[in-house]
């Protein structure tokens, strides 16, 4: 749509509010994103706010609207001058400071600032900012709420000694962000996978350095959710997938038939499995041999055969 044809139909009043927030989204015509920031409906508004189109001068008259939904959009765009920014910092409304605090173009000093707003979901965004200063990652350590303390456990650049002190922490939520850092040592994810939390010792069985023996250990959990990320693992070992090709859940038998690294004789075993799904996700796996994929097209489910059908036409079989 041509920028007359825009405003012709805009003056005509036939383009609907959905219309207009979809070219709200796309538009690289400052012309029309002027035109757009003067709408009624705050959607329109809220889309022209975030365009990384818009010029600076809208930027500045949307900095100002009512509608703290289209300030936040504001503080969030990348294009936003920092002397906006440093305005917006400022706002009443918490939101439009969660937009500042994430945006990478916002000044180090009123990062710092914001680290010491008392909204914990601002004092977070300080936290996913790779701007922010490690001096100030460990000051939020001591943060009281558990929001804040998760994302400093998770966030990849905070010191080893203070991974290992969140590890420890009283809030499961916290020990699950320092289970899901990628700079977390062999000897915490260890002593996280005995963790009485599941969602700790799920994000344990997710790592990429989690060593094979612990591993091994959690490929016997109790929760089948916990075994299902074991077999998710790109470095568990064939011995794992083999064992737990034998479990007494069909949903984390359907895993290991789904793995592209569990054996040729694994998969060939599971395509006789009771179970329709497990056979099913055999018939789906690029690594299934011809032959067997031959038996499984003359199985008495639809849904396996139909998985015949996809992977012989998605590898050319």
């Known amino acids: 749509m041509t920028v007359k044809e825009f405003k012709f139909q805009y003056a005509l009043g036939t383009l609907s509010v959905r219309d207009l927030i979809d070219i709200a989204k796309k538009a690289t015509s400052r012309d029309i994103l002027t035109t757009l920031s003067n709408d009624i409906d705050w959607r329109v508004r809220l889309f022209v706010g975030g365009n990384k189109n818009t010029s600076k001068k809208v930027l500045t008259k949307l900095s100002k609207d009512k509608n703290w939904n289209v300030r936040t959009n504001v503080a969030k765009n990348k294009n936003t001058p920092v002397s906006l920014l440093i305005k917006l910092s400022k706002d009443i409304d918490w939101p439009v400071r969660t937009g500042v605090a994430g945006n990478k173009n916002t000044p180090v000093y009123i990062l710092i600032k914001l680290s010491r707003d008392e909204h914990w979901d601002i004092r977070k965004r300080i936290i996913k900012n790779t701007n922010t200063p490690k001096e100030v990652l460990t000051k939020l350590y001591e943060d009281k709420d558990w929001h804040v303390k998760k994302y ?31 700079n977390t040592p062999n000897i915490l994810l260890t002593k996280l996978s005995k963790d009485k939390k599941v969602d700790v010792r799920i994000n344990v069985a997710k790592h990429p350095n989690t060593p094979k023996e612990v ?65 099913s996700y055999v018939a789906g796996n690029p690594n299934t041999p011809i032959e067997v994929l031959t038996k499984l097209s003359k199985d008495k489910e639809f849904e396996v055969r139909y998985w015949v059908a996809e992977n012989l036409k998605r590898n050319n079989k």
């Open 152 to 182: 400093i456990a998770k966030n990849k650049n905070i010191p080893i000694s203070l991974l290992i002190k969140l590890s420890n922490d009283k809030d499961w939520q916290v020990r699950t962000g320092a289970a899901k850092n990628p």
């Open 215 to 279: 591993l091994t250990k959690l490929s016997k959990d109790k929760s089948y959710y916990v075994r299902e990320n074991v077999i998710k693992n790109s470095n568990t070992p064939k011995k794992i997938l083999t064992d737990l090709s034998e479990d007494k859940d069909w949903y984390i038998r359907c895993w290991v038939a789904d793995n592209p690294n569990t054996p040729i004789r694994i998969l060939t075993k599971l395509s006789t499995d009771k179970d329709r799904n497990v056979r």
